[in-house]
């Protein structure tokens, strides 16, 4: 396992890498200040500095309230930094846009339109027509293992079922990073491997970027390249890991295998460390 | 054997219906009430039944049934805009939400004789009295519903390549579609009430008109038949609603 | 000291009246009409009806029957509401007589009821009982029913009887929703007493209003709707305070269709 100091801006690159990665998304010490109703100022992230290659899988790793979210909303261009800037491939970030589609925990499909209309969202967006946009969605529903649902509200799906439609809305207008905010934390367990199995397999396919923000260790081991740990609010990057496991990754084998779980039981150590000790310097 | 065919929620709200009917019939058959202050209901629906078929008769509901829609519409219209605008715009909610919380409380039943002076006695001043009434739970409920948009569903929007100013159209105004609906119900139920009641006060037709003439001349019978006509048509009109507040709302959760 | 958010915020309501008399002031003025007298005109007219005593009588005569109107009607209709809610059964024999009564206008009633019970005071405050009535039943009603069982639960196992339970817990507990039913119930008392007082002319404020139209007395008709109005607003505002005093520890409410706070 490689471990990165934590005041890490740049990376070490894994030798394992077949081509040079170029930096897609650019953190470059953001901080952001929340105004409490109190009148205080809440400080959730503070000096985040941060570089994701292009087709990595990142997980954003830290416990309830690091800010790891609002990171996510940073990039996403839902949130303006108080202090700092995000840059996608070297723009400023201003705003949301189709280049990086969210994912949330919470759904958000739009309970007025059947699976097929939520997916149709985007493509009709862009200028596609109808038929077209819908002969894209219905593959796309396809591929997320909802075929036959098209129809179905939102409110007739499952948890697990509404998530594969939220993705298959977001893949519908071709993000180049995915933004995924704890997407399976309103599942059950059963239901979360399944939906993390499958999230894999569809991103092999076209190996998009993806931030993908969990407090779930294992999760993180075993859908990610790199790990960034955040430390308490404020939130500050404290370790960046590389996970060097290889793919594409099996759930069963890997559940197995001592890299993974010497992964796993190092992160939760080092999670232990901060609560010991309180805050990180 | 019937209950097969009639569905057994019908049937248990026609039940006290029918028990209000009865004991109607019982007080005028036993003799509680003097026939001539308490038809009986057999002549009142026979009456309402001759009536309903006269063209004169067919006309008053037409005058009630033109200016209740019609100021229902102009409410729903405004209300329905500023509450959106002023969800959307701080500068707009902030003009708007204390014109509102003034003109709120006021029973707008009292401006009827302002309008009565300004527009006339016919149509005018009661669309515009409907209006007033309906307008505000429209606004308000609108105004709850777009101000309470999820967050999440706007940044998917934005997300997907949205610009703002179609937000509104796409995001906030089916999202807050449900309590829209809930201030047009109520709305509606107003505008019924109102535009009777204008009537009654003063018109020239219209139920409430009819209402009004058959208690000067002591008929009794005359009496309940544009009640009981209002009450079917607000009935009539809220089912439909109701229908239409089905469709519209098929894909989201009982709230 | 009030930040000057807050001090804004107070003061916006007091702005928006001064604004939408100065509209009325200026539109009264454009259209040169003889029914349509200027703001001031009118205001100028207020204190001549307060200060008249034939006025001030019919005015606190209205007020008394709107008062009593809505005090029996709360005292009826709330617990009625509360057992509907606790009590299955109760409730399916009142809903459909309620659904029924409800879109009929009472005061519509009037002359119905002025033909049985002749015109004095008796008619116009049955009128506003009936109209406070139904909301306050209906929200005493659906506050009752949303009281969670574990509280009642707990509630026996403490050993209260049930119409122990529902006083000291289910009404407590559904007074929020019951205080929004009384806040319509207001609303609706004002309405009706006004509007039965314009159909049934004979003393209250309504008849001041219309013997004023007769009488071509315009400059009277307008400052009495201002009155009127004063008269709502201010029963309004006193309504809220109370209310916010005796649900001090719930949750916000949002007030369907009667005010934006």
């Known amino acids: 396992m490689k471990v990165v100091p934590s005041r890490s801006s740049e990376w070490v690159r894994p030798v394992t890498s077949q081509k040079p990665a170029s930096a897609i998304i650019e953190i470059d010490r953001v901080s952001q200040v929340f105004q409490t109703s109190a009148r205080k100022d809440h400080l959730a992230l503070s000096d985040i500095s941060l570089t994701i290659e292009e087709g990595a899988f990142v997980s954003i790793l830290g416990p309830s309230g690091c800010g790891k979210s609002t990171l996510l909303y940073i990039v996403g261009g839902f949130v303006s930094p108080t202090g700092g800037a995000a840059k996608m491939k070297g723009q400023t970030i201003t705003g949301p846009g189709p280049d990086r589609g969210p994912v949330f925990q919470e759904f958000a499909l739009f309970p007025w339109k059947t699976a097929l209309g939520n997916v149709m969202y985007g493509p009709r967006q862009q200028g596609v027509r109808t038929t077209e946009a819908e002969a894209q969605s219905r593959a796309l529903i396809e591929m997320v293992g909802l075929k036959g649902y098209e129809n179905f509200y939102p409110k007739e799906l499952s948890g697990g079922m509404k998530q594969r439609v939220a993705l298959a809305r977001t893949l519908a207008y071709h993000p180049e990073v995915l933004l995924m905010d704890e997407p399976f934390g309103a599942l059950d367990a059963h239901t979360r491997t399944r939906l993390q199995n499958d999230l894999l397999n569809i991103w092999e396919r076209d190996r998009k970027t993806v931030l993908f923000v969990t407090h779930s260790v294992d999760e993180a081991v075993f859908l990610s390249d790199k790990v960034v740990m955040m430390s308490k609010s404020p939130g500050r990057i404290r370790q960046v890991i590389d996970i060097d496991l290889p793919r594409p990754r099996r759930r069963n084998e890997l559940l197995l295998d001592p890299r993974y779980q010497k992964y796993v039981v190092d992160i939760e150590r080092m999670f232990d460390e901060v609560d010991e000790t309180g805050s990180p310097s | 054997m019937t209950s097969r065919f009639i569905p057994i929620n019908v049937f248990l709200g026609l039940a006290p219906i029918v028990l209000v009917i009865a004991v109607w019939q019982g007080l005028v058959s ?10 009986p209901p057999g002549y009142v629906f026979s009456r309402l039944l001759q009536q309903l078929v006269t063209w004169t008769f067919q006309q008053e509901i037409a005058a009630t049934l033109i200016r209740l829609f019609a100021g229902f519409a102009i409410a729903v219209v405004l209300g329905v805009s500023i509450g959106i605008a002023a969800a959307a715009n701080p500068a707009i909610n902030a003009v708007v939400r204390p014109i509102v919380r003034v003109l709120a409380p006021l029973p707008k039943v009292a401006l009827y004789p302002a309008l009565l002076l300004l527009l006339g006695f016919g149509h005018g001043s009661k669309i515009t009295l409907v209006a007033a009434d309906a307008l505000f739970p429209i606004l308000l409920s609108t105004y709850y519903g777009a101000s309470t948009v999820e967050q999440k569903l706007v940044w998917s929007a934005m997300a997907a390549g949205t610009p703002r100013y179609e937000i509104l159209f796409k995001v906030v105004l089916p999202a807050a579609m449900p309590s829209i609906l809930t201030g047009c119900r109520i709305g509606l139920v107003i505008s019924c009430i109102v535009v009777f009641l204008a009537e009654m006060i003063t018109s020239t037709d219209g139920l409430g008109h ?20 209002i009450s079917l048509l607000g009935l009539i009109l809220n089912g439909l609603l109701g229908a239409l507040r089905s469709y519209l709302l098929r894909g989201f959760p009982e709230a | 000291m009030m930040s000057p958010e807050a001090l804004a915020r107070r003061a916006a309501p007091v702005f928006a009246c001064i604004g939408l008399l100065a509209v009325w002031q200026i539109a009264s003025l454009a259209l040169k009409n003889d029914s349509f007298p200027t703001a001031i005109e009118a205001i100028r ?68 009821i002025m033909l049985w019970l002749g015109v004095g005071d008796i008619t116009k405050t049955l009128v506003i009982f009936l109209g406070v009535s139904l909301p306050v039943i209906y929200h005493s009603f659906e506050g009752a029913k949303a009281v969670e069982e574990k509280m009642l639960w707990s509630g026996a196992a403490m050993g209260l009887s049930a119409a122990q339970r529902l006083v000291r817990i289910v009404l407590p507990a559904a007074l929020p929703e019951i205080l929004t039913g009384c806040r319509t119930g207001l609303v609706l008392a004002l309405i009706t007493m006004i509007t039965s007082e314009m159909i049934a002319r004979q003393s209250g404020a309504g008849n001041i209003l219309f013997n004023a139209l007769d009488m071509g007395q315009y400059d009277t008709v307008f400052a009495m709707i201002i009155i009127v109005g004063a008269m709502g607003i201010c029963l309004d505002a006193i309504f809220e305070r109370v209310r916010a005093r005796l649900v001090r520890w719930s949750e916000p409410q949002f007030d369907m269709p009667l005010s934006f706070s």
């Open chain 2, 210 to 229: 009819v209402l009004v003439t058959a208690a000067r001349t002591f008929q009794a019978v005359d009496m309940f038949v544009p009640l009981i006509t």
């Open chain 2, 30 to 39: 036993f003799g509680f009430a003097p026939a001539v202050l308490l038809p």
């Open chain 3, 45 to 112: 007219a207020i204190p001549d009806i307060l200060l008249d005593k034939e006025s001030l009588i019919n005015i606190l005569a209205s007020l008394r029957r709107m008062a009593i109107g809505f005090g029996v009607a709360v005292l009826f209709s709330i617990p009625l509401g509360l057992l509907m809610g606790r009590s299955r059964s109760v409730a399916a024999f009142f809903n459909p007589l309620l659904m029924v009564i409800y879109p009929v206008p009472k005061a519509a009633l009037m002359p119905i």
